[in-house]
């Protein structure tokens, strides 16, 4: 039973931590101040400029909302990307900056400045795939490793005509 459940809780666990915070929804938000009264602290890691579920009834605002149910509380900002060029994060800021309502986070990386961002507007799927195939036919002949390249799509139905395209280009790849 619930209450069985809640009791349970409240005397083995001291600390709560949820993980993609942005992704909750109001049940799993009640859930959580329910669970979590007699907790000693509560963690929670999330991204407002990364909510992607709100089809399945994620709240964005459960974030603000914990600011305000949950204070005093402390804000660190993970700002600092070690896989991004500063070329990429410069265009994600820009972008991101357009977000109505965020608590505001500036990207950046001691890495490599890196290449030019590239925008290819595909006609349609089998212009999408061929232009993949060309691109990496070109930085296999200009020296590239083919296994130090992944290609991934939306949906495994998106393979066939990658696959189509590799075999008209006679490039080699593997599926996993």
């Not at 290819?120 to 691109?135: I, M, P, Q, T």
């Amino acid at each position: 039973n619930n209450e069985a459940l809640l009791s349970y809780y409240r005397t083995k666990f001291c600390h709560f931590l949820v993980d993609e915070f942005q992704d909750t929804n109001t049940i799993q938000y009640l859930w959580l101040k329910i669970m979590s009264q007699h907790a000693n602290s509560i963690t929670v890691v999330g991204d407002d400029d990364q909510s992607i579920y709100g089809w399945r009834g994620a709240k964005i605002e459960n974030i603000k909302r914990f600011e305000t149910d949950y204070a005093p509380i402390k804000i660190v900002r993970l700002e600092q990307n070690y896989r991004s060029t500063s070329t990429i994060l410069a265009a994600a800021n820009a972008l991101i900056d357009n977000n109505s309502g965020r608590m505001g986070k500036t990207l950046w990386t001691q890495g490599k400045k890196g290449d030019l961002i590239t925008v290819y507007s595909a006609l349609n799927e089998d212009d999408e795939a061929l232009f993949v195939a060309r691109s990496v036919e070109k930085y296999f002949n200009e020296g590239g490793n083919l296994g130090d390249i992944g290609i991934l799509y939306r949906s495994n139905a998106q393979s066939r005509v990658l696959e189509e395209s590799m075999v008209r280009l006679g490039v080699p790849y593997r599926i996993y």
